[in-house]
C-alpha cells in the first residue's frame, strides 16, 4: 500500500541520518507548540530567551506524533529526539522534501523589495487552472519559514510557489539553494533595508542570489522596466538560466497594453508578443497590482501553459489586507489600505496607483508613514517623493523622517505632520468629505493600520 503520509520513522531517519527513531506518520511539521494538531511533527527551536524544546512535552499532549529538540533540553520520552541544532534539522527535513519532490512538481521561488506576497497570490491564482498550486502562507519568507513551508509540501502539489525575503547579502542565497527553484521572479528593486548595504546595485545582486541555487536551463522572470535590469540578466546569465521579462515596456515579453478601473473592477489587458489577453480583478487594484500579475502570466509562459486560461485564474485576485486593498465606504469614499510596509519604490507605486482611482469631484488625500531602514540617505529618500506626493491633493504625514517631505510639499497640498499615528486618530475622520479617497502608507512599525481601523469605525456602510 502507498505511504500518503509526507513524514514517517523511516524519512525522518533518512533526512536526519538517525539510528532509531519511533514509529509514527505524519503530514505536518510544526514550530509552535501553541498550534500543533494531532499528528504533527514539533521542532523545538531555540530562541532568543529560552528553547522551544521546553514545549514538547505540552505539544505530546497537544497531540504531536513526535518531537524534535536541541540536546541540551535532554530527550527522556521514545517519542522525543534529541538533535546537535534543531534548525539545522529544520533546514535538513526541508532538504530532504525538496530531493523527494515528485518529477511533476515545479517550484517557483519569488523576491523583491515589493510586491512578493501579492505576487505569490497571482501566481498561485494563474497555474490553478493547471493542477494543484500550493504557497507560502503568510509572509513564512525567512531562514525559518521558507524550510517549514517546504517540509509540509503535499505529495500532490503540481505548483509550489515560495515567497523569499531578506535584510542582508547571502541571505537569499542561502534560501534558494534550499529551495532550488525552477523559476524565479524579482518584483521590483528599490532601496529598502539599505542600512545594511552600501548601494541600491548591492541591493540588487543580494536579490539575484535567488539564481544561485537553480539548474542550468532553469527560468529567470525579470522585470523589463527595471532600470537595474541589466545586472539582474548578467547574474542570471552566470546560472545558464532562461530569461523572461513584463513591464509597462512594449520590449518587454509580457508586456501591459491597458490598465483601467471600470465599475470598481480593473479592468487589464496584457500582450505575449502579438497575442492579447483580456482579464480583469473584480475589485479596484493599483497599476502596480497590474504589473505584478504580468509576472504571474511570464510564469506560465515559461511552463509553456495558456495564457488565456491563466488570466482566468487571475480574474478571482483581490489586494491582500494592508498590502493596496481598496474599499468603498459610506459616502463614497474610497480607503486604500496599504499600511503593510513602506520604501520609496511601492510608496511612489502606491501614489501612481492612487491617481487611476481619481475622478473629476475627487479629492486624493495620502497619509504617509516614516519608511524605515534606508540607512543613512533616509532623509533625503523621504523628501525625494515629494514629486510624486505633489500629484495629490493633500499628504499628511506621520513620523520623524516624514517631517522631511512634509517641508518640501507646497502649502497648498500640506497636511497636518504628527510624530505618531495616536496622534491623527481623533483628527482624520473630521476631515473627510465625501467622494475623498485616501491612501495609507508606511512601514509596519509606525502602526498606520490604527489611522485605518479609526476611517474604518467613522465610514464603514
Known amino acids: 500500500m502507498a505511504n500518503n503520509f509526507i513524514w514517517d520513522q523511516d524519512k525522518l531517519k533518512s533526512a536526519l541520518r538517525l539510528k532509531h527513531c519511533a514509529e509514527f506518520r505524519s503530514n505536518n511539521v510544526s514550530i509552535d507548540s501553541r498550534k500543533v494538531k494531532e499528528g504533527d511533527v514539533f521542532i523545538g527551536l531555540k530562541g532568543i530567551r529560552r528553547d522551544g524544546g521546553i514545549f514538547a512535552e505540552k505539544a505530546l499532549e497537544n497531540g ?14 521514545s517519542r522525543v529526539i534529541a538533535v546537535n541544532n534543531t534548525e539545522e534539522a529544520l533546514v535538513d527535513l526541508a532538504l530532504f522534501r525538496r530531493a523527494n519532490f515528485p518529477q511533476k512538481t515545479k517550484l517557483i521561488g519569488v523576491t523583491g523589495s515589493a510586491g512578493k506576497t501579492s505576487t505569490k497570490e497571482q501566481v498561485k491564482l494563474a497555474l490553478q487552472n493547471f493542477g494543484n498550486a500550493y504557497a507560502t502562507v503568510g509572509n513564512l519568507n525567512n531562514h525559518l519559514g521558507l524550510p517549514l513551508t517546504i517540509a509540509n509540501v503535499p505529495d500532490d502539489v503540481d505548483y509550489c510557489i515560495l515567497e523569499m525575503g531578506m535584510k542582508h547579502a547571502g541571505e537569499i542565497s542561502y534560501l534558494s539553494k534550499i529551495a532550488r527553484p525552477d523559476i524565479s521572479i524579482i518584483t521590483t528593486i528599490a532601496p529598502a533595508h539599505l542600512e545594511f548595504f552600501n548601494s541600491i546595485e548591492d541591493i540588487v545582486r543580494a536579490k539575484s542570489e535567488i539564481y544561485q541555487g537553480m539548474k542550468p536551463g532553469s527560468w529567470a522572470v525579470i522585470n523589463e522596466d527595471s532600470p537595474y535590469k541589466k545586472i539582474m540578466i548578467e547574474e542570471a546569465q ?17 508586456s501591459l497594453g491597458e490598465y483601467k478601473i471600470e465599475q470598481n473592477k480593473t479592468k487589464i489587458k496584457a500582450y505575449n508578443q502579438n497575442q492579447a489577453v483580456n482579464y480583469f480583478f473584480p475589485v479596484i487594484a493599483g497599476k502596480h497590482l497590474a504589473l505584478n500579475s504580468l509576472a504571474a502570466l511570464a510564469v506560465t509562459a515559461a511552463l509553456n501553459h495558456d495564457l488565456e486560461k491563466s488570466s482566468n485564474g487571475l480574474a478571482a485576485f483581490k489586494p491582500i489586507c494592508g498590502r493596496g486593498a481598496a474599499q468603498m465606504l459610506k459616502n463614497n469614499v474610497i480607503l486604500i489600505d496599504d499600511t503593510y510596509n ?16 481619481r475622478t473629476n469631484d475627487n479629492r486624493l488625500i495620502a497619509i504617509l508613514g516614516d519608511m524605515r531602514e534606508l540607512g543613512d540617505g533616509a532623509k533625503q529618500l523621504h523628501e525625494d517623493l515629494a514629486d510624486a506626493a505633489m500629484k495629490l491633493d493633500i499628504i499628511h504625514t506621520v513620523g520623524g523622517l516624514m517631517g522631511a517631505l512634509h517641508k518640501n510639499i ?44 479609526a476611517i474604518l469605525k467613522s465610514f464603514s456602510q
Open 64 to 77: 504531536a506524533s513526535l518531537c524534535i529538540v536541541n540536546h541540551s533540553v535532554g530527550a527522556e520520552n
Open 238 to 254: 552566470k546560472y545558464d538560466l532562461n530569461i523572461i521579462t513584463f513591464g509597462e515596456s512594449k520590449n518587454a515579453n509580457i
Open 342 to 357: 513602506a520604501n520609496p519604490a511601492s510608496v511612489r507605486a502606491a501614489l501612481e496607483s492612487a491617481l487611476q482611482y
Open 410 to 453: 507646497s502649502k497648498e497640498r500640506q497636511g497636518v505632520h504628527v510624530k505618531s499615528a495616536e496622534e491623527m486618530l481623533d483628527f482624520i475622520p473630521s476631515q473627510i468629505k465625501e467622494n475623498d479617497i485616501i491612501l495609507i502608507k508606511g512601514s509596519l512599525g509606525m502602526n498606520m493600520s490604527k489611522i485605518v481601523n
